[in-house]
């Protein structure tokens, strides 16, 4: 199928503790898209990679796109409350015009 | 730049009504798409559009319709408002790229949707 499946669905740390959330899929992505959606909100675009390996970090949050353009994951080093929402992965594909998005990870933080 | 903008922001509707959800960007974009979310879940795509004119179904069509008369302008009919339809609706677009640059989905802020 075209799903991208993501993984946890739900996690809740301790303000201060690491987060990772996983996107997989059965099939080579052309690029994968990391988004936020704080609670109440609407999903807001955080990064897309694109190139085998990739890793991009933005402060306290470092982006992986692995080696066989399968997989990728979100990692937060040092929870914050403000870190609290959804994460989505997406991959648009080209040949349908559309995006592809993973089922969310919802982070609670609790400080 | 406003970005995508969407109208209203919540509406209550009664089971058989119907009314039209607005949704206008200002970036020129040619894709545009219309999701809905039920609480707790993860985005699905109703409706979409790669330009004026030109509109496709997606995965969960049924009970909606859409027009693409303007590159701007992208609105999403509900008739005979049932309970199902209870959900929060996104407006996005974007302007897809090739090679490294972005193809970012730039979302509105929802229209927060209760058919009673």
């Known amino acids: 199928g075209q799903q991208v499946m993501q993984i946890p669905q739900y996690q809740h740390v301790q303000e201060g503790e690491d987060f990772t959330t996983y996107c997989n899929s059965s099939?080579?992505?052309?690029?994968i898209q990391w988004y936020k959606q704080r609670p109440g909100g609407h999903p807001v675009f955080l990064i897309q990679l694109v190139k085998s390996g990739e890793v991009k970090k933005q402060k306290r949050l470092t982006f992986q796109f692995g080696e066989a353009k399968k997989n990728s994951s979100l990692h937060i080093t040092a929870t914050q409350t403000t870190d609290v929402g959804t994460y989505f992965c997406?991959?648009?594909?080209?040949?349908?015009?559309?995006?592809?998005f993973g089922s969310g990870t919802k982070l609670n933080v609790k400080p | 730049n406003a970005g995508v903008t969407q109208t209203p922001k919540f509406r209550i509707l009664k089971i058989g009504q119907s009314m039209t959800l607005q949704c206008a960007q200002d970036m020129n974009h040619n894709y545009m798409y219309w999701y809905r979310q039920d609480p707790g879940m993860g985005l699905k795509l109703i409706y979409y559009s790669v330009g004026a004119g030109i509109t496709d179904k997606g995965e969960v069509p049924n009970g909606y319709n859409v027009s693409r008369s303007t590159t701007e302008d992208f609105p999403l009919r509900l008739e005979l408002a049932a309970p199902s339809q209870t959900s929060v609706y996104f407006c996005a677009s974007s302007q897809p790229l090739t090679g490294t640059m972005n193809t970012e989905a730039f979302f509105g802020q929802g229209t927060r949707l209760t058919v009673v």
């Open positions: 997406a991959e648009f594909k080209y040949n349908f015009n559309k995006f592809y």
């Open positions: 099939t080579t992505l052309s690029n």
